[in-house]
């Protein structure tokens, strides 16, 4: 039996939550929501196979969240609304590993996930 790969989300969207949540199970993985910087990097220990941001609803100091998490050896998705150019900006430079918008993360999930939950 594989082990369940866990994936550790800051998302506010209900919509999103469930959709990822979903989709993630069919991949044989757990979603984790997180509700603020602390909690994620407390849960970085289990060791998730993605951490997902929702760029609308990060706090300030986010951008240290996402390098602790690269030296713990976890990918990074980001996303918020395509108009928010400075926010996909910053979150390609803070090193997340992938940054889309909205439309992109809705459409083009499964593959997303995918590509971190080896599926």
């Known amino acids: 039996m594989e082990a369940v790969k866990s994936v550790l989300a800051l998302v506010t969207n209900l919509m999103f939550s469930v959709k990822i949540?979903?989709?993630a199970a069919t991949m044989g993985g757990h979603l984790t929501l997180v509700s603020n910087n602390e909690e994620i990097l407390e849960k970085l220990d289990i060791h998730p196979s993605l951490l997902i941001l929702d760029l609308t609803a990060v706090e300030d100091g986010w951008?240290?969240?996402?390098?602790?998490a690269k030296e713990?050896?976890?990918?990074?998705?980001?996303?918020?609304?395509?108009?928010?150019v400075d926010l996909h900006e910053a979150a390609r430079a803070a090193g997340c590993d992938d940054v889309v918008a909205n439309s992109k993360l809705n459409i083009d999930l499964p593959n997303l996930l995918g590509k971190y939950l080896g599926n």
């Open 21 to 23: 949540r979903e989709v």
């Open 63 to 68: 951008q240290n969240v996402v390098a602790k």
């Open 72 to 84: 713990a050896g976890v990918p990074v998705l980001a996303y918020g609304p395509h108009v928010e």
